[in-house]
């Protein structure tokens, strides 16, 4: 079902860099979350399994590195000699299913562990519907479906990304998707979070990094200094490219709290994950200007669960107040008549250098979305003052 090491998103390529560069020897272990309670038909677990011994023998062409090393000059040459190199370890993955109920964990060095993520759920999702025999809406009204939203979007002027890998519901649809938005979006379509699809369809990768960046800063230095040092290292490799820092991983009012002028002058804005996006842009606004810094030479990319609809009430109150662009997965990928997964895999556990295994948490804007060990978590909200009103 895979058949490239680039069908998965660009951030975990930039992430993966990232961690080669500062933490080597970090080791990380991640889980399945069934966030639907979705029961697993039988066999599931084996087939899954299947599939992810079958990724050892993904490698990286000498095509893909040569458009990896023409679109993204920030890859370093070691770097992308080191991704040539490198093979997924299926031993890496855990997979257990007991009747209807599927556990998924990775445990290994975080640099290899990193690029798991995107890759299995894809193919979570992808069997989820293969194995129980699901019919899709046909090929000519996924392209219509798509033809109509992007041509809205650029009616209304506005930038659109695709970032559906995770919870697609086919390899063949995301593929047709991405076509489709490239052939009807015209400037509107900016890219693709898919580094295969993106090269296949001649379009820019979309993305810089995920929440587990900073879910590891914060079992590494401390919940305090987690996203001061998390944004520092990130320009320490990156030195001013993928300039769109993710906000909510302690909840953005914590992120503002480190989002100093330096910071917010560094990046080229923020990316919003959770909660009324709304409220978060009169916030980001807000600081802005308490910063002495015009809202309009920046950007926030949204990125929550987004339909035309959200898009459209989020276009009449950002307009000429600050700079957006959309983020849109699952309306996207996933949009063919069915009831798309609500599943996550998230990193649970870090070992730094040095150091013991320890939970990592991450605190969303929406706390039915806050995911790790409950000790920790109320301990983060502690450290970060998040039970109290800010003077």
Same mark, same amino acid.
């Given at each position: 079902?895979?058949?490239?090491?680039?069908?998965?998103?660009?951030?975990?390529?930039?992430?993966?860099?990232?961690?080669?560069?500062?933490?080597?020897?970090?080791?990380?272990?991640?889980?399945?979350?069934?966030?639907?309670?979705?029961?697993?038909?039988?066999?599931?677990?084996?087939?899954?399994?299947?599939?992810?011994?079958?990724?050892?023998?993904?490698?990286?062409?000498?095509?893909?590195?040569?458009?990896?090393?023409?679109?993204?000059?920030?890859?370093?040459?070691?770097?992308?000699?080191?991704?040539?190199?490198?093979?997924?370890?299926?031993?890496?993955?855990?997979?257990?299913?007991?009747?209807?109920?599927?556990?998924?964990?990775?445990?290994?060095?975080?640099?290899?562990?990193?690029?798991?993520?995107?890759?299995?759920?894809?193919?979570?999702?992808?069997?989820?519907?293969?194995?129980?025999?699901?019919?899709?809406?046909?090929?000519?009204?996924?392209?219509?479906?798509?033809?109509?939203?992007?041509?809205?979007?650029? *009616?209304?002027? =506005?930038? #659109? @990304?695709?970032?559906? +890998?995770?919870?697609?519901?086919? !390899?063949?649809?995301?593929?047709?998707?991405?076509?489709?938005?490239?052939?009807?979006?015209?400037?509107?379509?900016?890219?693709?979070?898919?580094?295969?699809?993106?090269?296949?369809?001649?379009?820019?990768?979309?993305?810089?990094?995920?929440?587990?960046?900073?879910?590891?800063?914060?079992?590494?230095?401390?919940?305090?200094?987690?996203?001061?040092?998390?944004?520092?290292?990130?320009?320490?490799?990156? *030195?001013?490219? =993928?300039? #769109? @820092?993710?906000?909510? +991983?302690?909840?953005?009012?914590? !992120?503002?709290?480190?989002?100093?002028?330096?910071?917010?002058?560094?990046?080229?804005?923020?990316?919003?994950?959770?909660?009324?996006?709304?409220?978060?842009?009169?916030?980001?606004?807000?600081?802005?200007?308490?910063?002495?810094?015009?809202?309009?030479?920046?950007?926030?990319?949204?990125?929550?669960?987004?339909?035309?609809?959200?898009?459209?009430?989020?276009?009449?109150?950002?307009?000429?107040?600050?700079?957006?662009?959309?983020? #849109?997965?699952?309306?996207? +990928?996933?949009?063919?008549?069915?009831?798309?997964?609500?599943?996550?895999?998230?990193?649970?556990?870090?070992?730094?250098?040095?150091?013991?295994?320890?939970?990592?948490?991450?605190?969303?804007?929406?706390?039915?979305?806050?995911?790790?060990?409950?000790?920790?978590?109320?301990?983060?909200?502690?450290?970060?003052?998040?039970?109290?009103?800010?003077?």
């Amino acid at each position: 079902m895979l058949t490239s090491l680039l069908d998965n998103d660009f951030y975990k390529i930039t992430m993966q860099n990232a961690v080669i560069k500062r933490f080597p020897y970090a080791q990380a272990r991640y889980a399945f979350i069934n966030r639907g309670d979705h029961a697993f038909p039988a066999g599931f677990g084996e087939a899954l399994r299947h599939e992810v011994d079958a990724m050892v023998d993904l490698v990286l062409t000498e095509a893909e590195k040569q458009y990896l090393e023409v679109t993204c000059p920030y890859l370093d040459p070691t770097y992308l000699d080191f991704l040539a190199g490198f093979r997924y370890n299926p031993a890496e993955v855990i997979i257990e299913q007991t009747g209807s109920e599927l556990s998924v964990t990775i445990d290994g060095l975080w640099y290899r562990t990193i690029l798991w993520e995107v890759p299995l759920m894809a193919l979570i999702s992808e069997l989820w519907y293969r194995l129980r025999g699901v019919e899709r809406d046909d090929d000519a009204t996924v392209e219509a479906r798509t033809r109509d939203k992007i041509e809205q979007y650029q *009616r209304m002027g =506005l930038k #659109i @990304a695709e970032f559906g +890998t995770r919870r697609r519901f086919s !390899f063949e649809v995301h593929d047709r998707v991405v076509g489709a938005l490239r052939r009807h979006g015209s400037e509107a379509f900016s890219g693709s979070s898919n580094m295969l699809l993106a090269m296949r369809h001649g379009v820019k990768p979309i993305g810089t990094h995920a929440h587990e960046w900073f879910m590891f800063h914060g079992a590494r230095f401390g919940f305090k200094m987690a996203n001061s040092l998390a944004l520092e290292h990130w320009v320490d490799v990156y *030195r001013g490219d =993928l300039g #769109i @820092a993710l906000t909510d +991983t302690f909840t953005t009012q914590a !992120f503002f709290e480190s989002f100093d002028k330096k910071f917010a002058k560094l990046f080229d804005g923020v990316r919003h994950d959770s909660a009324d996006p709304i409220d978060f842009a009169a916030s980001t606004i807000a600081h802005y200007e308490k910063l002495g810094i015009d809202p309009r030479s920046k950007t926030i990319i949204f990125s929550d669960a987004l339909t035309p609809e959200k898009v459209e009430r989020i276009q009449a109150f950002c307009h000429d107040r600050i700079g957006m662009a959309f983020g #849109i997965g699952t309306n996207f +990928t996933n949009d063919v008549g069915v009831e798309p997964m609500n599943m996550v895999v998230k990193m649970v556990e870090a070992r730094p250098e040095g150091q013991h295994w320890l939970p990592v948490i991450k605190l969303s804007d929406v706390p039915d979305k806050h995911t790790g060990d409950p000790e920790m978590i109320a301990l983060a909200k502690r450290v970060l003052a998040l039970s109290r009103p800010h003077d």
